[in-house]
Nanobody, 119 residues
Framework: QVQLVESGGGLVQAGGSLRLSCKAS????????MGWFRQAPGKEREFVAA????????NYADSVKGRFTMSRDNYKNTVYLQMNSLKPDDTAVYYC????????????WGQGTQVTVSS
């Protein structure tokens, strides 16, 4: 298992950028698929991006393609989400997840970090 802690959230204006980080504890970080999810007030949690345990090309939700970029650094036990051209609709709590597969149906979750985009 791993423990996950997100950071990097904050308040930005529309069109701005943020980079979220998710730091993992545990020596087995590299064997987990990693994902980013978000949840806005009154809405269900939704998928944002994911990357396999071997790296490669991340998968993205249609709503963030071309604006968000996910990456992982196994040497630092950290996964990132670079968010550009932010919109008010991106406002949510962003969660990092780790899973033994890409399904994320039985994931380990971080505590979340708040992202607020003003117009």
């Amino acid at each position: 298992q791993v423990q996950l802690v997100e950071s990097g959230g904050g308040l930005v204006q529309a069109g701005g950028s943020l980079r979220l980080s998710c730091k993992a504890s545990g020596r087995a970080f590299s064997v987990y698929a990693m994902g980013w999810f978000r949840q806005a007030p009154g809405k269900e949690r939704e998928f944002v991006a994911a990357i396999s345990w071997t790296g490669g090309s991340p998968n993205y939700a249609d709503s963030v393609k071309g604006r968000f970029t996910m990456s992982r650094d196994n040497y630092k036990n950290t996964v990132y989400l670079q968010m550009n051209s932010l919109k008010p609709d991106d406002t949510a709590v962003y969660y990092c997840a780790a899973d033994s597969s890409m399904s994320f149906q039985a994931s380990y979750w971080g505590q979340g970090t708040q992202v607020t985009v003003s117009s």
